[in-house]
């Protein structure tokens, strides 16, 4: 079993930063791809961004526009997103996912979608104000 345990968030002015952190404990975190989603107030729960276990590639969704970048440290059990030029509308609760997929298994495709994951952060509140 994986517990993840997400923080990071805050409220911040339109244009600020934030970086999440998700710090991981229990099964190998090495073993496991791991994506940030995130869910606004009446909205379904959506990608914002995945890596693979070495960090060897990354996936974003569309509205990132390159704002944002995520990145792990293995060693710390510990993945994080940094969000640069945020915007009123990246107000949600931020989660962090792991899957524990093999290399066989992956795909862009599996990467985007929420039933993909098997272990879910509690979520950490981003606020981003006008």
């Known amino acids: 079993q994986v517990q993840l345990e997400d923080s990071g968030g805050g409220l911040v002015q339109a244009g600020d930063s934030l970086r999440l952190s998700c710090a991981a404990s229990g099964r190998s975190f090495s073993n496991l791809v791991m994506a940030w989603f995130r869910q606004a107030p009446g909205k379904e729960r959506e990608f914002v961004a995945s890596?693979?276990?070495?960090?060897?590639?990354?996936l974003y969704a569309d509205f990132v526009e390159g704002r944002f970048s995520i990145s792990r440290d293995n060693a710390k059990n510990t993945v994080y997103l940094q969000m640069n030029s945020l915007k009123p509308e990246d107000t949600a609760i931020y989660l962090c996912?792991?899957?524990?997929?093999?290399?066989?298994?992956?795909?862009?495709?599996?990467?985007?979608?929420?039933?993909?994951?098997?272990?879910w952060g509690q979520g950490t509140q981003v606020t981003v104000s006008s």
């Open positions: 890596i693979t276990w070495s960090g060897g590639s990354t």
């Open positions: 996912a792991g899957d524990r997929t093999s290399s066989l298994d992956y795909s862009f495709v599996r990467a985007r979608r929420r039933e993909s994951y098997h272990y």
